[in-house]
DNA sequence: CTGAAAGCGCTAACAT
DNA sequence: ATGTTAGCGCTTTCAG
């Protein structure tokens, strides 16, 4: 009838013994060494795994935590789930990941899915925050750690890059070496890191004393392939550098600078954003902005774990926390001097 | 006592039925209108979400399916969670995701741990098959798919990239544009890809006349940095192509080369394989071979599936099947035509 | 130290 | 059409 996996009842025939001590000597309860002996032996030899899922209906736990990210493919994300994966493994919990593709529905229901028990906790990384998002976050039916800025009023613990500093940070270094004609390829207008990274780079721009030119701004998804295209457009409005909101963007501006013909970084500067294992990636090496992947990805991780340990004490909840990775300037040859118009 | 969360039990009071009824409804089977609607109602109003973990013990299935790769950050491997994720995701299955950074420990855990019903099947990628997997995989609890070549005579599905072939297409192309020291960055000499590819860059070098020249030849990890310091060491040498193993390996090789000042593909040819996002990513666009992964996945995805259906039917289980998919090489400029000795 | 028994939340006979 | 009840496999009182 079953699936003929061995159980607790199998080893407990097979050993002479009842269920309970099986349980007890399985999770190192005390028992006499005959007892344990012979039930460790009938369980080897019967070659018995526990069944998660019923340990899990009982406990009231399953020891896994889900990360849910816009897109599996980014290199930052991956940055994000490596240092994730390492705080969560040490604590003995699995981890399941989900790629949203920042579609908002997909992130609601991930979101709701916690109410299914299938993980203990959840770390997500919406990149837009919705009514919806507020209010799911709200009646979320177990702990969340957001990666990412939102409303002061969500109760919920949250890690964010501090972009907005990021982007400035980009944008005084091109000037800083040279660069009057900076363009900016941007991600999605309507996204929070395509929202602060304006900001940031208006706010440089006016502190440098450069004009906010509309001709040399471009807002496309991220990606690589967009970057170029992005990167086409702008070359005729002859930039002299090109800030870009991820390496992924900076990557695919600097193909199209070359397939132009241009030197980088003698013709035009290309700088990136994140600093992720692409930054290093093409030629020449990126000057990227490093916003802390790896640090917020562990410190939401750690997070997560303290409410999860809280959950257990009888301690009432504390009140959200929220920390802000600093950002740092990381400078590569892609940035190096300008021609000297001799 | 419990979590506070909805359970059957509350909505069956609140509603005023029995639980039973409170399941039928919830499960869509028939029932009065009004048992129905006030079963609804209550359900709604307590914002209930099923418990997984429950319906996993009773039903004996998780409706999830769990995909170990070796590396994350690989963009192979992300190519085949896309398309593992499309078919399991159209089934209503979740995906779990293991990074198992080619440990053999990890792999044998990840196999065994199908004991613990925490999925309903297994797709695993190991670059490296040793007698303990081969004893694994036989005596796994439950379906499993390998993506990658096993021995004959284990019993399990798998499918399989045709590395021999595909080395064979990348040497001669490059043999076919006028390149005759043909350099090779491989990946480790003990693991199976790194194998067969080893094999088909001899295979490719003798049918074009060529000989195996050991100087020539690096072995390495795959990975960026260590294709930039293997091109570095083979510059010595001078070749007049670099092959690499990965697209990840091909990239490094050509930072290496252009920081040497060399120019792709005039003084040096740079072919990858994988035909990955990141053949695109770097100056020049990069020939590679596509091995067909997002084919891999789909296929293994849809294999395990089936396995899945079948193990509910009372047909005895089918022999296992192997399927191979056909590489396919992927011209650009990487590798365009020499310079001429004029 | 050990066994009997309850029960986690749900589904599926079986009865009514 | 609906209610009662028996488990799924495990942990954990509670007695002995």
Redo the contacts between chains.
């Keep these: 009838m079953?699936?003929g996996?061995p159980t607790v009842v199998s080893i407990a025939e097979r050993a002479g013994v009842s269920i309970a001590s099986v349980s007890r000597v399985l999770n190192g309860v005390g028992a006499r060494r005959d007892t344990v002996e012979r039930v460790e032996r009938a369980a080897s030899e019967l070659?018995y795994?526990?069944?998660?899922?019923?340990r899990?209906?009982k406990g009231?736990r399953?020891r896994?935590l889900t990360f849910a990210m816009p897109d599996?493919?980014n290199?930052v994300y991956?940055a994000m789930?490596?240092a994730i994966?390492t705080v969560t493994k040490a604590a003995g919990y699995?981890?399941?990941?989900h790629?949203t593709d920042a579609v908002v529905d997909d992130e609601l229901a991930v979101l709701?899915?916690l109410?299914?028990?299938?993980s203990d906790g959840l770390i997500i990384c919406p990149i837009r925050i919705t009514d919806d998002h507020v209010e799911a976050l709200r009646?979320a039916?177990g702990p969340v750690v957001v990666i990412g800025s939102l409303p002061d009023d969500v109760p919920v613990d949250s890690v964010r890059a501090d972009s907005v500093a990021g982007a400035e940070l980009a944008v005084r270094h091109l000037h800083d070496t040279g660069r009057r004609r900076i363009a900016f390829v941007n991600g999605p207008s309507d996204t929070v890191p395509g929202h602060n990274r304006d900001r940031g780079y208006r706010a440089a721009l006016a502190d440098c004393g450069l004009v906010y030119d509309p001709s040399l701004v471009r807002h496309t998804d991220f990606g690589?392939?967009s970057g170029a295209e992005a990167a086409e457009a702008l070359l005729d409005h002859a930039p002299d550098a090109v800030f870009c909101a991820n390496d992924q963007l900076a990557?695919g501006a600097?193909?199209a600078l070359?397939?132009r013909g241009l030197r980088i970084p003698e013709d035009v500067a290309v700088a990136g954003m994140d600093d992720s294992?692409?930054a290093?990636?093409?030629?020449?090496?990126l000057t990227s902005v490093d916003l802390g992947s790896t640090e917020r990805g562990r410190r939401a991780a750690e997070l997560l774990l303290e409410r999860l340990g809280i959950a257990g004490a009888s301690t009432g909840n504390p009140p959200p926390r929220s920390t802000t990775a600093p950002p740092r300037l990381v400078v590569r040859a892609s940035t190096g001097p300008a021609a000297t118009d001799s």
Excluded: C, F, K
Aim: net charge positive.
């Design positions: 079953g699936t996996q070659g795994v526990p069944n998660a899922v019923a899990s209906l009231g399953t896994q599996i493919g290199p991956v789930v490596r994966q699995r981890l399941l990941l790629s709701r899915s109410g299914d028990r299938t009646t039916a690589i392939e990557l600097a193909r070359h397939a294992m692409l290093q990636a093409g030629w020449p090496p």
